[in-house]
């Protein structure tokens, strides 16, 4: 059922979003066809956070069974939606997911995985044998089984945000940290900013780990490095890939499938991303650490070697690139999304780890929903920040 609106039906007025990456972007764009008066503000410019620094993908296939798995499949819907009435036209790209198992063990991941995918409503087909060799032997010839997760897509974050930006509508203030919010009776009445304070009616934090720096209590969100690689341009020769190639270990990297041991600080998945350029990604890292500035050698090493003997042909390729991005992440791995205790104009989207490109269009519009005071049209009770226990800080 829909999250029922916590406060009456709002009469448009100035928001303030914190943070303008693809969840805050989108809350824009939606806020502002609202009739909203819409300013963005970012420490840093557009897409200069966890959107910059992601994948693309827009997927069901890595999902956390429950209330994840149920809003990614609705956010690929809207990402559908949302091309079908030009906002994102050519910007979003349908394509299948296959899931791969190399082993008996994850064999057992796959199979388990797959029932769960199926129950959701996912459309997914289970390659084994000749359907297998005849789908993806050829780019994953040592995969003893594979689940093509059906209906799925890739988005570039960064190319969301930039199409959000010239549909227009709202204010973008680049390089302008909001240092505090101002108080009064119970609500937040302005942002402060090296300007001054900027009169508001409504606040939306969406800066991602930025946001903590506006809640108390904030150490339930913590950083979580992530590492990619890009590789030069495949020839005409290369095996074809289907789609991106993700192996078993990263559903359980992710915490989507339980593990036999316990999570570490550090864990690699695999996937295998071939881009529209002819280049691949290769990723990825989940780490708890906040470096984002470096890349780990061995770490790089470890994916290579990975990725290859998942994909000999990826053997013949340079690598061009490799580069890290901060995830903000959750205790329990999932979003935090809802009203903000402590003041009841205040909003917060953030959390959304690597599961931010897939959920952010859709998280924006619902967003706008709640600021509104509209009933969200999807269930988002489970990412309410009052499981935390999370408060406004103390405003200025």
Not at 224 to 249: N, Y
Not at 319 to 339: E, K, N, Q, Y
Not at 370 to 379: A, K, N, T, V, W
Request: hydrophobic share 45%; charged share 20%.
């Amino acid at each position: 059922m829909p999250q029922p609106a916590s406060v009456f039906p709002r009469s448009p007025g100035a928001v303030a979003i914190v943070g303008a990456g693809i969840v805050g972007m989108s809350a824009a764009h939606f806020l502002s066809r609202a009739g909203w008066q819409v300013t963005v503000y970012d420490s840093g410019v557009l897409a200069s956070g966890a959107t910059g620094s992601a994948d693309g993908a827009v997927s069901v296939a890595s999902k956390k069974p429950g209330p994840l798995m149920t809003l990614a499949v609705a956010a690929v819907k809207f990402y559908e939606h949302l091309t079908e009435t030009g906002i994102l036209l050519d910007e979003y790209l349908p394509r299948s997911t296959f899931v791969v198992a190399s082993d008996s063990e994850e064999l057992a991941v796959l199979e388990r995985h797959a029932a769960e995918l199926e129950a959701a409503g996912v459309p997914i087909r289970l390659l084994k044998g000749a359907a297998l060799a005849q789908t993806i032997g050829a780019a994953a010839p040592s995969a003893i089984a594979a689940v093509e997760v059906q209906g799925e897509g890739h988005a570039v974050g960064y190319r969301v945000v930039e199409r959000l930006r010239q549909l227009g509508g709202f204010v973008i203030r680049r390089n302008c940290p909001i240092s505090g919010l101002h108080m009064a009776n119970g609500r937040v009445t302005g942002v402060i900013t090296a300007h001054g304070t900027e009169p508001v009616d409504a606040v939306l934090l969406a800066a991602g780990l930025g946001s903590t720096h506006f809640l108390a209590g904030a150490d339930l969100i913590r950083p979580r490095k992530g590492q990619l690689i890009v590789t030069d341009r495949a020839g005409s020769d290369a095996p074809h890939f289907p789609g991106p190639l993700m192996s078993c270990r990263y559903l359980v990297s992710k915490g989507s499938q339980p593990a036999d041991a316990t999570p570490e600080a550090r864990s690699l998945g695999l996937v295998i991303d071939p881009l529209r350029t002819g280049q691949f990604l290769i990723g990825g890292s989940r780490e708890d650490r906040d470096d984002r500035d470096t890349a780990d050698a061995a770490i790089v090493a470890s994916l290579l070697r990975d990725a290859v003997a998942l994909a000999p042909s990826l053997a013949q390729l340079r690598v061009i690139r490799v580069f890290a991005g901060l995830r903000a992440a959750t205790s329990d791995g999932m979003p935090i999304v809802g009203r903000v205790h402590g003041a009841d104009n205040v909003w917060i989207a953030t959390g959304f780890e690597g599961d931010g490109i897939c959920l952010g269009p859709m998280m924006g519009r619902l967003c706008q929903q709640m600021i509104c005071g509209q009933s969200p049209e999807q269930d988002i009770a489970p990412l309410d920040a009052a499981r935390f226990g999370l408060t406004l800080a103390e405003a200025a």
